[in-house]
Nanobody
């Protein structure tokens, strides 16, 4: 089963930027629908951004226009460029597979979660 390792988090001031990276194991990364998820303290994990071949990238309303998902299949790597960060973006960010449904992207199951990378937006 594919596994993911996230990196790139940190402490940033409101309005700042961060670029998260995620490396996947295995040889079939290029065919996966992929997504970034986040979990803030006391809240459920939510899908933030997703990407799949032949489908326009999909973003949660809260990050539209600020976050950009991308991938480099030659490196089994996906990225999340986060601009204009807000304190409410503070969370642990995870990457994982996704699946496209008529209702939108959702988590592919079963999945193994990595450790995630902490993003803290604070002055």
């Amino acid at each position: 089963q594919v596994q993911f390792v996230e990196s790139g988090g940190g402490l940033v001031q409101p309005g700042g930027s961060l670029r998260l990276s995620c490396i996947a194991s295995g040889s079939e990364f290029s065919i996966y629908a992929i997504a970034w998820y986040r979990q803030a303290p006391g809240k459920q994990r939510e899908l933030v951004a997703a990407d799949a071949v032949g489908i326009l990238p999909n973003y949660a309303d809260s990050v539209k226009g600020r976050f950009t998902i991308s991938r480099d299949d030659s490196k089994n790597t996906m990225y999340l460029q986060m601009n204009s960060l807000k304190p409410e973006d503070t969370a642990i960010y995870f990457c994982n597979r996704a699946v496209w449904r008529p209702s939108g992207f959702t988590l592919y199951e079963p999945s193994i979660w990595g450790q995630g990378t902490q993003v803290t937006v604070s002055s």
